[in-house]
């Protein structure tokens, strides 16, 4: 039965559109009639306009006499006739007598002047009249004044008379409206008196597009219409024939209502019918669906059983294509799970629920899962993930780019993982794609290089280390040995010079590999730079525990050495009861470590100022650039005194 329910469908389908169709040619010949019944009104003032301009008072300029002769003329009717000047000047009136603080009409637009020229006559827009709620409409010609000025005559009506003129021609249950060129009420066939001279709705007018048509809309009743208009090419004025959609579809409604009641007892029956014969198969049916979603899910398929034998086969064939399925899967998971690289998986468009491997699991510090089955999805976690140095946003990975299609191949990313652990992969990603070319998922594989790229890092950092390290201590050396030579009086001289000065220049490198560059312990320093020279109990040090930069220990040991080979040349040392006393400490100001060290010398030969030799001038320029002050060399009477001050905040 459901057929022959379509069939009568389709033919209330097509008997709706027919009677719509029927109702809009309607609507628009009654439009069209109205617009002929009221062009034929608004045309029958053209004959008293054509005797008025005429008029011996209108050539000779005599306003009042012309005003007189067309009182006589409407006399008895509700007509208005008025002479006026293009500006809007009126000179005479039926109405109310010209005043000179009468304010101008509006002048006509040059679309209205085009017409009156055209057509010789022009009809006007609804313009409020002289009595309370009354509105009038005008129709106008253009004559000749006196001396040939051109001047406007018109004869206003009121739109009660419109109204009046074209409800013979209105349907029974329609409602005929007259719209001027500016959208505003002329007349209506019903509540006339309520909307004349005002405004129509916007959304019903915003529809009159173009000579004729029809559409539908709500008026200001909120009645839904159907209209159909049609606009004068006279006057600009628009005719409207509108009808409730509720009466257009009343009929409608009566046939579907009988054939709905026709169609639902067939399709009762029709139900009966399927449900006693169709027991069985949808039961079959239910049964097959359960096992293809158990074959969907991984879940065992078990076999059906059916009096129906092809059912039968189906059952059967499922429950094979399970056990093939099976199979494959734990070839694959076998695979995932050995191959030693990590593997992640993902149908989800976002990319935010992936499946992984055991490698993936135990890279990304996760706990171990031994009883979780492959293929279950779990959110990934929040890592951030560099590349060339850049944060790489989650959209920008891998895994997410091969999700929209893309395909990436060994690419290098740095992750910090949510413990803090570092780890570099190098990552490449395919999309998984339908038959049809989709993309319905992503496979990112990665292998962990982050013992290689650590490898690296720590080689190129020693390299670096070792060109440092090795310029400057040519650098230091080239600078000995020039000042040496320099100042040497003899090359047995200079050679002995100069390898004093390295011997102490190494065992400051001595001191600083023993602590892997770290720096050295200023008293260590110390006693390296003089025990070689004289004995430890000529001295007198007092000082607590400072840690000296590379830079700085290399440069207090050339001093040192300095100072302890002048005070046995000349000072201190050069007589069995010279002393010095070395003291040091460390204040700290405004987030500086300041360093203060004083060698004073006692008990030695009187200081007298010399010959600034290389001595002087290393000890005056060593300290240079170091922020604190340099080195201060005082010549007093009981020794030479040299205090150093030094500035070892690291400003890196």
């Given at each position: 039965?459901?057929?022959?329910?379509?069939?009568?469908?389709?033919?209330?389908?097509?008997?709706?559109?027919?009677?719509?169709?029927?109702?809009?040619?309607?609507?628009?010949?009654?439009?069209?009639?109205?617009?002929?019944?009221?062009?034929?009104?608004?045309?029958?003032?053209?004959?008293?306009?054509?005797?008025?301009?005429?008029?011996?008072?209108?050539?000779?300029?005599?306003?009042?006499?012309?005003?007189?002769?067309?009182?006589?003329?409407?006399?008895?009717?509700?007509?208005?006739?008025?002479?006026?000047?293009?500006?809007?000047?009126?000179?005479?009136?039926?109405?109310?007598?010209?005043?000179?603080?009468?304010?101008?009409?509006?002048?006509?637009?040059?679309?209205?002047?085009?017409?009156?020229?055209?057509?010789?006559?022009?009809?006007?827009?609804?313009?409020?009249?002289?009595?309370?709620?009354?509105?009038?409409?005008?129709?106008?010609?253009?004559?000749?004044?006196?001396?040939?000025?051109?001047?406007?005559?018109?004869?206003?009506?009121?739109?009660?008379?419109?109204?009046?003129?074209?409800?013979?021609?209105?349907?029974?249950?329609?409602?005929?409206?007259?719209?001027?060129?500016?959208?505003?009420?002329?007349?209506?066939?019903?509540?006339?008196?309520?909307?004349?001279?005002?405004?129509?709705?916007?959304?019903?007018?915003?529809?009159?597009?173009?000579?004729?048509?029809?559409?539908?809309?709500?008026?200001?009743?909120?009645?839904?219409?159907?209209?159909?208009?049609?606009?004068?090419?006279?006057?600009?004025?628009?005719?409207?024939?509108?009808?409730?959609?509720?009466?257009?579809?009343?009929?409608?409604?009566?046939?579907?209502?009988?054939?709905?009641?026709?169609?639902?007892?067939?399709?009762?029956?029709?139900?009966?019918?399927?449900?006693?014969?169709?027991?069985?198969?949808?039961?079959?049916?239910?049964?097959?669906?359960?096992?293809?979603?158990?074959?969907?899910?991984?879940?065992?398929?078990?076999?059906?059983?059916?009096?129906?034998?092809?059912?039968?086969?189906?059952?059967?064939?499922?429950?094979?294509?399970?056990?093939?399925?099976?199979?494959?899967?734990?070839?694959?998971?076998?695979?995932?799970?050995?191959?030693?690289?990590?593997?992640?998986?993902?149908?989800?468009?976002?990319?935010?629920?992936?499946?992984?491997?055991?490698?993936?699991?135990?890279?990304?510090?996760?706990?171990?899962?031994?009883?979780?089955?492959?293929?279950?999805?779990?959110?990934?976690?929040?890592?951030?993930?560099?590349?060339?140095?850049?944060?790489?946003?989650?959209?920008?990975?891998?895994?997410?780019?091969?999700?929209?299609g893309e395909e990436t191949t060994n690419e290098e990313f740095a992750y910090t993982l949510p413990s803090g652990a570092q780890r570099y992969l190098l990552s490449s990603a395919r999309p998984i794609r339908s038959a049809d070319g989709s993309v319905v998922g992503a496979v990112q594989i990665s292998l962990d290089i982050s013992d290689r790229k650590r490898g690296e890092e720590q080689r190129q950092l020693l390299v670096n280390e070792l060109n440092h390290r090795v310029k400057n201590t040519l650098a230091v050396v080239q600078a000995i040995a020039a000042q040496t030579m320099r100042n040497a009086s003899s090359l047995a001289q200079a050679g002995q010079a100069l390898s004093s000065r390295l011997v102490s220049l190494a065992k400051a490198h001595d001191i600083l590999t023993l602590e892997n560059w770290s720096g050295a312990d200023l008293s260590a320093l110390i006693v390296a730079a003089v025990e070689p020279h004289a004995s430890l109990d000529r001295f007198d040090m007092h000082g607590g525990r400072i840690w000296l930069p590379p830079n700085i220990a290399l440069s207090f040991a050339l001093a040192l050495h300095e100072l302890t080979t002048n005070?046995?040349?000349?000072?201190?040392?050069?007589?069995?009861?010279?002393?010095?006393?070395?003291?040091?400490?460390?204040?700290?100001?405004?987030?500086?470590?300041?360093?203060?060290?004083?060698?004073?010398?006692?008990?030695?030969?009187?200081?007298?100022?010399?010959?600034?030799?290389?001595?002087?001038?290393?000890?005056?320029?060593?300290?240079?650039?170091?922020?604190?002050?340099?080195?201060?060399?005082?010549?007093?009477?009981?020794?030479?005194?040299?205090?150093?001050?030094?500035?070892?905040?690291?400003?890196?």
């Amino acid at each position: 039965m459901l057929p022959v329910w379509l069939f009568a469908a389709y033919l209330l389908v097509t008997y709706a559109l027919h009677e719509t169709s029927r109702i809009e040619q309607e609507a628009l010949w009654t439009a069209r009639q109205v617009s002929l019944v009221v062009e034929g009104e608004l045309a029958s003032p053209k004959t008293v306009l054509d005797g008025l301009s005429k008029s011996s008072a209108l050539a000779n300029g005599d306003w009042q006499a012309f005003g007189a002769e067309a009182r006589r003329l409407v006399d008895g009717t509700d007509e208005v006739i008025t002479l006026r000047t293009l500006d809007g000047r009126q000179l005479a009136s039926t109405g109310s007598e010209p005043s000179s603080d009468q304010p101008l009409a509006a002048p006509p637009t040059l679309d209205e002047r085009e017409q009156l020229k055209l057509a010789g006559l022009l009809v006007g827009n609804v313009f409020a009249g002289e009595k309370p709620n009354e509105y009038r409409v005008a129709v106008t010609r253009e004559v000749p004044g006196f001396n040939g000025e051109p001047l406007l005559l018109s004869i206003a009506i009121p739109t009660e008379r419109i109204r009046l003129v074209m409800l013979p021609a209105v349907p029974e249950g329609w409602t005929v409206g007259v719209g001027d060129r500016e959208g505003k009420y002329v007349a209506r066939s019903k509540l006339h008196d309520q909307v004349t001279g005002r405004p129509g709705l916007p959304e019903y007018i915003a529809k009159v597009v173009g000579r004729s048509g029809t559409f539908q809309s709500q008026n200001f009743e909120g009645t839904r219409l159907l209209a159909g208009y049609y606009r004068s090419p006279y006057s600009g004025w628009f005719y409207t024939a509108n009808v409730p959609l509720s009466r257009v579809h009343a009929p409608l409604w009566w046939s579907l209502a009988q054939i709905g009641g026709i169609g639902l007892s067939a399709l009762l029956f029709s139900l009966a019918l399927a449900y006693v014969v169709g027991r069985t198969f949808t039961k079959a049916t239910a049964d097959l669906v359960e096992r293809a979603y158990a074959l969907g899910s991984g879940r065992p398929v078990q076999p059906i059983v059916s009096s129906v034998s092809e059912f039968d086969t189906i059952g059967q064939a499922m429950v094979t294509a399970e056990h093939a399925i099976a199979e494959r899967t734990r070839e694959l998971e076998t695979v995932l799970e050995t191959v030693p690289a990590a593997v992640w998986f993902t149908y989800d468009p976002q990319a935010r629920q992936v499946i992984r491997n055991r490698f993936a699991v135990d890279l990304m510090g996760l706990p171990p899962q031994p009883h979780r089955s492959f293929g279950k999805a779990d959110l990934v976690i929040d890592t951030l993930a560099y590349k060339d140095g850049q944060a790489v946003s989650r959209e920008d990975r891998p895994l997410s780019r091969a999700m929209r299609g893309e395909e990436t191949t060994n690419e290098e990313f740095a992750y910090t993982l949510p413990s803090g652990a570092q780890r570099y992969l190098l990552s490449s990603a395919r999309p998984i794609r339908s038959a049809d070319g989709s993309v319905v998922g992503a496979v990112q594989i990665s292998l962990d290089i982050s013992d290689r790229k650590r490898g690296e890092e720590q080689r190129q950092l020693l390299v670096n280390e070792l060109n440092h390290r090795v310029k400057n201590t040519l650098a230091v050396v080239q600078a000995i040995a020039a000042q040496t030579m320099r100042n040497a009086s003899s090359l047995a001289q200079a050679g002995q010079a100069l390898s004093s000065r390295l011997v102490s220049l190494a065992k400051a490198h001595d001191i600083l590999t023993l602590e892997n560059w770290s720096g050295a312990d200023l008293s260590a320093l110390i006693v390296a730079a003089v025990e070689p020279h004289a004995s430890l109990d000529r001295f007198d040090m007092h000082g607590g525990r400072i840690w000296l930069p590379p830079n700085i220990a290399l440069s207090f040991a050339l001093a040192l050495h300095e100072l302890t080979t002048n005070a046995i040349k000349y000072g201190a040392l050069s007589n069995p009861t010279g002393s010095i006393e070395i003291n040091w400490k460390l204040q700290e100001a405004e987030g500086d470590r300041l360093l203060q060290l004083d060698w004073h010398e006692k008990g030695g030969p009187p200081v007298t100022p010399g010959k600034r030799g290389f001595g002087t001038q290393l000890l005056e320029r060593i300290f240079e650039g170091k922020n604190a002050g340099g080195v201060k060399i005082s010549y007093e009477r009981i020794g030479l005194r040299c205090a150093f001050r030094v500035n070892l905040t690291d400003r890196s």
